[in-house]
Each structure stands twice: as C-alpha cells, then as structure tokens.
C-alpha cells in the first residue's frame, strides 16, 4: 500500500536552499579541491545537487554507517558498512549528511574521520533535527531546522522506500 503524504519542504525550497549551500562551501574553500564524503544512501540526493552548484574542484568519496532498523528509531549502535575507498590525509574534507537526528551517526564519523588527519573537516546537512539530538555533534552548516517528525523524501526512506520523491514530506 503506498502511503499518503504532506509536504513539509517542497522541490522549488529545496532546490533554493541547496544552491545557498554550494555557494557557502565555494567561499569556504576558495581555490581549494573539496572532498566531498557523502554518508550513503540518504545524502545521495543532497550530494548530486550540492556537487553540480559548487564551482570549486570536487572531488567525492562515499562511507556507509548504519544505525537503524527498518523501523524509525535509532538502536544506538553505529555500524560501518562500507568505508572510503580513498585516504583523505591532507585533504579538505566535508561530510555531507541527509539528517541529523541523535547525533550518534554524525558524531562517530566525524571522530573516526578526524583521526585519519585531513587537512580540514566540516560537516554539512541539508536537515537539523535539534529536539532529537542525544550525543552533542558540532555541524558547520545546515540547512533547515525542522521539528521532531519523521521524515521521507529526496534520499530518505521510511523501510528504504520513497527515496526517490523529489520533495521532503511527513507520511500522513
Ligand atoms: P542519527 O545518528 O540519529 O543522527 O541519525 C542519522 C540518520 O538517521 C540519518 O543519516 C538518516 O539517514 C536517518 N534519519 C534520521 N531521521 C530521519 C527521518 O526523519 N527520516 C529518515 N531518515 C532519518
Ligand atoms: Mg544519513
């Protein structure tokens, strides 16, 4: 049975807020490669769109981490699934993260990350859910504060569907 939806951020706010982003990260790294590491599946989308506004040199890796179940709460446990396939010593990396909800997905990569000596490291989300945060993580830019409800839509799944629907919505 396919479920019925609200729009919480529409494909027009979305796409909007993506390209005050790219914007954001040029000026960070004027003249600098960015290492883009996107945290799969849900950055995917945000990633794609993010990479095409920016101007800078880009290059991009993907890790993978899980913490849920099929359900929508976060067991606590952080798994690596899937590692970079690069090293990023020297590198001027960006996290780029769909969601953070409890901080424990954000908080292990970026430590696990920080050890591996790159040059720099921030992290960018396209989405805050600061009501949910269990682990504090520190984030360098986000794009929109929203409230504690589950969400799907432009990468994220509810049991890894509705990846795919262009705007961000709550399932009714
Ligand atoms: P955290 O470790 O609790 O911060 O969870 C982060 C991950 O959980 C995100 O990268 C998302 O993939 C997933 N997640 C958190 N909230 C939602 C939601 O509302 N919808 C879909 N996925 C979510
Ligand atoms: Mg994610």
């Known amino acids: 049975m396919r479920e019925e939806f609200e729009v919480m951020i529409s494909q027009e706010q979305l796409d909007k807020k993506v390209q005050e982003m790219a914007e ?13 590491i996107g945290i799969l599946k849900g ?9 095409k506004y ?9 890790i993978s981490v899980s913490s849920y179940g099929a359900g929508t709460e976060s067991s606590g446990i952080i798994k690596l699934n899937k590692d970079l396939d690069e090293s990023i010593e020297g590198k001027n990396v960006v996290i780029v993260e769909d969601i953070v909800d409890s901080g ?19 992290i960018i989300t396209l989405l805050d859910k600061p009501d949910r945060r269990v682990v504090d993580c520190k984030v360098e830019k986000s794009g929109f504060v929203i409230p504690d409800k589950y969400i799907v839509g432009y990468g994220m799944d509810y049991a890894q569907k509705y990846r795919n629907l262009p705007y961000i919505a709550v399932i009714k």
Not at 43 to 51: E, I, K, P, R, Y
Request: aromatic share 12%; net charge positive.
């Open 54 to 62: 920016m101007k800078s040199e880009v290059t991009m890796d993907f």
């Open 24 to 36: 954001w990260l040029d000026k960070e790294y004027e003249g600098k490669v960015v290492h883009l």
């Open 43 to 51: 950055s995917v989308f945000f990633m794609c769109d993010l990479a």
């Open 104 to 122: 424990r997905t954000l908080s292990y990569v970026r430590k696990m990350l920080e050890d591996r000596k790159p040059a720099s490291l921030k």
